[in-house]
Structures are given as C-alpha cells and as structure tokens.
C-alpha cells in the first residue's frame, strides 16, 4: 500500500549545523515528492519537491537527495537557523492523484 | 496575497450541533481539499473536490460533507459532529489536480467537540 514515513520523530541540532531529515517510502511507483514545513500553530508550506526523474534538487538553504533504488528521501538544510525549528514532512501524491500522502513528521529544534 | 483562508480558527461545541468551517482561495485553483491532523496519526485527507460541483471522498470521509458550488470556496460541514472528530483541520488547494501539483494551505481551524 501507499505509505510515507520518516525515520526519527525528532532531530535537535545547533545553530549553524546542517540538518538532515529523512523519510522512506513505500511505493516504488511514486514518482513525485514534495517536504512541508508546518512551524506550531499554522498550515504546512511547501519547502522544495522532487520528481522522480531526479536524484537532487536545491533551493535556498535547502536540498532534498531522492534515493529510488532504496526509497528513500532526505532533506537537508544548510547553517540551521532557530527560525527552521518546524516539524517536516515528507508527502507523495497518492495513486490516484487526488491526495497527497504525508508521513508522520519529524520535529527539528534548534538550539542557539 | 495568493492565500488560502479558513473560518473559524477555534471552534468548541457541542455533540450534534451542526457546524460548517469555510474555506476560501485566492488562486483560482481547481483543486481542493481537506485534511485532518491528529497526534500519531499525521495528516489524513477527509475529500477533495477537482474543480465546481466534483468532489469525491477521501482517506476519512465518515461524519463529514462538502459541497464546491463556487471554485473559490470549499466548506466542510459536520451535521451532526461527535467527540471523535475532536481534531486540527486544514483547507488546502492547488493548482493542478494531483500530480504536479504544489498545495496551499490554510491556517487551521481546531476543532473540539464536547
């Protein structure tokens, strides 16, 4: 069945260290993926998407790695800020579509 | 301002008292969609709808109505709301359907029902 999940509920770093957050799939036939940011008290929004003819892809501060041998997505965050303290998720359209498929998050914290 | 706006942001109320959250963009988007979040649980989706007058049911669709009679506005209403859909609820829309798709979402509405 469709699942996405991460690896570690949790990830406390230090200001200006790289954070790395990852997430492991199920459906080998998923060929697009996206990672939410949903900071305490608001909606998810959208980081940086990947599709699967890709093996990376950057943004400002942000890279995700896709991994489809293994099924696996990372995302990376370069000089973490107190400001990235957020829980993350990794999402993939369902089958269908119509949906998008979230795994149950991780809460990154950063320390100053 | 591209947004996605939802009513109310808190709710309490009470087991059978119908209510509706609305929901409103911006973007002219045809899809939308609500999701619900719980602890452990994620985000779960409740129906979507691919543009006026289609929506279809999602992961959780027990207990909930929608209606897209507008392409703009998408409200979820509880008819007769009970404690287990005591929840964090979010709007959410996009502007493709599905695929390729980067979705928008709201700000939330908690919900408690006593």
């Known amino acids: 069945g469709e699942s996405v999940g991460l690896h570690l509920p949790t990830l406390s770093v230090q200001e200006g260290d790289n954070s790395i957050i990852n997430c492991a799939y199920s459906n080998s036939a998923s060929d697009y993926f996206i990672w939410y940011k949903q900071e305490s008290g608001k909606g998810p929004q959208f980081i940086i998407d990947i599709r699967s003819n890709m093996d990376k892809r950057q943004g400002q501060r942000v890279t995700v790695l896709l991994n489809k041998t293994v099924k696996h997505l990372s995302l990376q965050i370069a000089a973490t800020q107190p400001g990235d303290s957020a829980v993350y998720f990794c999402a993939e359209n369902s089958k269908a579509g119509t949906a998008l498929i979230f795994g149950k998050g991780t809460t990154l914290s950063v320390s100053s | 301002e591209a947004q996605v706006t939802q009513n109310p942001r808190y709710l309490i109320t009470v087991t059978g008292k119908k209510l509706t959250v609305t929901c409103s963009q911006n973007m002219n988007h045809e899809y939308m969609s609500w999701y619900r979040q719980d602890p452990g649980l994620g985000l779960r989706q409740i129906y979507y709808s691919m543009n006026v007058e289609v929506t279809d049911k999602g992961d959780v669709p027990e207990g909930y109505k929608v209606s897209r009679k507008e392409k703009r506005n998408f409200p979820l209403i509880l008819e007769s709301p009970s404690p287990n859909q005591t929840s964090l609820y979010f709007c959410?829309?996009?502007?493709?359907?599905?695929?390729?798709?980067?979705?928008?979402f709201g700000q939330g509405t908690r919900l408690t029902v006593v």
């Open positions: 959410a829309s996009s502007p493709l359907i599905g695929r390729r798709g980067k979705a928008f």
